[in-house]
């Protein structure tokens, strides 16, 4: 399918509003949702019923050329057989008509995405982890959301409704002006609007095709580079050579005991049992959402604090220059996981990486291999190793005492100078092919271990103890990072 290209001028941006239903809207949102939940049910066990039967009819020894045909998965072709489905399965016969058919074609599209991301995994043209196949979603943590692309979609006038196909006019819970100025001065035009219940309420999104000049940055000359850690939340380094620091507010660290007081009072009521059946109590559900909206503020609070620190980044500099850190990696250290997790690391990268290009200013990402916090901002000296309780880099070779984070933000800051004389700094484009690194602290550094497998020399392959390689030193970068 021919992906969207907006006109020029004009970019795909997201309006998402709260909304207050009444009961029956809300009844009627839930029934949708439902609907697009059992049709991609629906698709993902149709599919997968000739994979099963191609599988039985080979084991039986049944040649290829008269095994059960595969059934394709791309959206036209289950719209096509769900809607000849539809009238006399039993699942849908009798209710399919109360929704609209958007609800239907929400789960076909995303059973098809779904089979599109297992068999580009499955060829190796898809990035990340193996994705497998598509599962069943369960009625109880499936995410409630359906979209809507034809019919009545709009934001009345008078700034508190939207009017959705089937549903009709609902209640915003804020006004819609942002959205609706724009469209009644023609700026913007809706594409699609998608209901989805999370965080104990209803939102709308609405995806529309809005015109958005560029903004030029205050400084478009300077560059600065964000050095990420838990501690403080962000270092920022500019290349005038003035060092900020952002801290951590640890919203969740703050809430920890208000948490656990609430969880308590849950822990004392009579909740659900799928085992036995048993319902929830009333004063079980108050206490419930009692706790959840305490999880909710939290994830508010974070939301808005992480806003408020890219939108100023990338409205000031002309360069911002980042790290590629690993950050499923680091969430698997249990000791840092509940407060990297809270800092919220992947969101403020993924942040800038469009608010950059809103300002047209450039993001460089360093390589994930880069030195940041071993190498010396002064002399370019690289340590073989810095742990993490060492919060003060000395440098043996120019005595230079300086905080590691500054430090590391004052040598990301560099890379921009460096990027444009074709250092390879990822995400620059019209550099020079990339210069090898030097070996060392941007590799394994330990000792090495010795070896039990057997070979040429001596018996066993055992090393002997003045045979053992020295882990490395310290070294002198070939060519210093400086600021310009």
Known sequence: MKKFQPQPGFVVQAFRFALDPNAAQERVLRSHCGAARAAYNWAVGWVEASWWQRRAEESYGIPEAELTEWRPWSLPALRKAFNAAKHTDPRFAAWWEENSKEAYSTGLANAAAAFDNYAKS?????????????RFKSKRKARLSCRFTTGAIRVDADGRHVTLPRLGAIRTHEPTVKLLTRVQAGTARILSATVRHECGRWFVSFQAEAKRDLERVARPGAAVGIDLGVKTLAVMADSSGEISTVPNPGHYDRAREQLRRTSRVVSRRRGPDRRTGQKPSKRWEKANAARNKVHHRVANLREDALHKLTTSVAAEYGTVVVEDLNVAGMLRNRRLARRIADAGFGEIRRQLTYKTQRHGCRILAADRWFPSSKTCSGCGAVKAKLPLHVRTFECDACHLAIDRDDNAAVNLAALAAASTTGTGVAGDQDTAPA???PRGA????????????AETGRAGGATLPHQRQTETRDRTQAEALTLW
Not at 126 to 133: E, I, L, N, V, Y
Not at 442 to 453: A, G, L, N, S, V
């Open 122 to 134: 499955k060829q190796g043209k898809r990035r990340g982890r193996a994705t497998g196949m598509p």
């Open 435 to 437: 210069a090898s690194k």
């Open 442 to 453: 941007d590799q394994k550094t330990r000792t090495t271990r010795p070896r039990h497998k």
